[in-house]
């Protein structure tokens, strides 16, 4: 089991940023394949970024074309913990961030992920 919980969400202004943490416990962190994940309300669960095993190779995180340029995915092994730090923000990015993690290579997709936090509220004023 791996259990995992995010912070760092909050009310901020378009422009501003924010900085998400997932902390992860239960199994060994760095043999995991870590993402984030969004979900407004009445909207499905969209896939946000994601990070490979280990985070050491050349070409190793993905983005939602929404978000590139302005989110950037990292992750620190010997502190088990996914960021996700956030720049200039707009309102469409409100939503409930979710962090998750799959014991093999990064995916987009939501089924792909065994493991899921209890999310944290980004909203974005205009």
């Known amino acids: 089991q791996v259990q995992l919980v995010e912070s760092g969400g909050g009310l901020v202004q378009a422009g501003g940023s924010l900085r998400l943490s997932c902390a992860a416990s239960?199994?060994?962190?760095?043999?995991?394949?870590m993402a984030w994940f969004r979900q407004a309300a009445g909207k499905e669960r969209d896939f946000v970024a994601a990070?490979?095993?280990?985070?050491?190779?050349?070409?190793?995180?993905d983005y939602a074309d929404s978000v590139k340029g302005r989110f950037t995915i990292s992750r620190d092994n010997a502190e088990n913990t996914v960021y996700l730090q956030m720049n200039s923000l707009k309102p469409e990015d409100t939503a409930v961030y979710y962090c998750?993690?799959?014991?093999?290579?990064?995916?987009?997709?939501?089924?792909?992920?065994?493991?899921w936090g209890q999310g944290t509220q980004v909203t974005v004023s205009s």
């Open positions: 998750a993690a799959r014991k093999s290579s990064r995916s987009y997709a939501t089924s792909d992920y065994d493991y």
């Open positions: 239960g199994r060994t962190f760095s043999n995991f394949a």
């Open positions: 990070i490979s095993v280990r985070g050491v190779l050349t070409d190793y995180a």
